[in-house]
């Protein structure tokens, strides 16, 4: 997949094998619900929702997903995410295990409120 160059959501999406593509589907619906104002993008060649800038990246590997939430994040809920395999900003989740619904959206809502607070100093500053 990474030899593609993305435009679309939907174009990263097709490209997916149908077991991956279901549970990246979940992942992509628990986000929108989380973040409604959000917008879909890709970038860095990835799906990404984006609010106030970029608020989480999320793609398809063999045997996980990746969520791309940030350092910050995966500091804020590391207790939470301790069984999981994560690096600096990411966390995988196994295909198997299935997706934390309530923790990926506690994620999600924690980078909605953490850019809206970096847009309003940004704001203030001007």
Avoid: W
């Amino acid at each position: 997949m990474t030899s593609i160059k993305f435009k679309t959501v939907d174009e990263y999406f097709s490209a997916l094998p149908e077991k991956t593509k279901g549970i990246l589907e979940e992942l992509r619906q628990i986000i929108k619900k989380a973040a409604p104002q959000a917008q879909e993008c890709i970038s860095y060649n990835m799906p990404a929702f984006k609010q106030n800038g970029i608020l989480v990246y999320y793609a398809a590997f063999q045997n996980h997903v990746s969520l791309f939430s940030t350092g910050s994040a995966i500091l804020a809920f590391q207790e939470e995410l301790s069984t999981y395999k994560t690096s600096k900003g990411t966390v995988q989740l196994p295909i198997e295990k299935g997706i934390p619904i309530d923790l990926v959206k506690r994620i999600v809502e924690f980078r909605v409120n953490e850019n809206l607070g970096k847009a309003r100093k940004k704001d203030k500053k001007e």
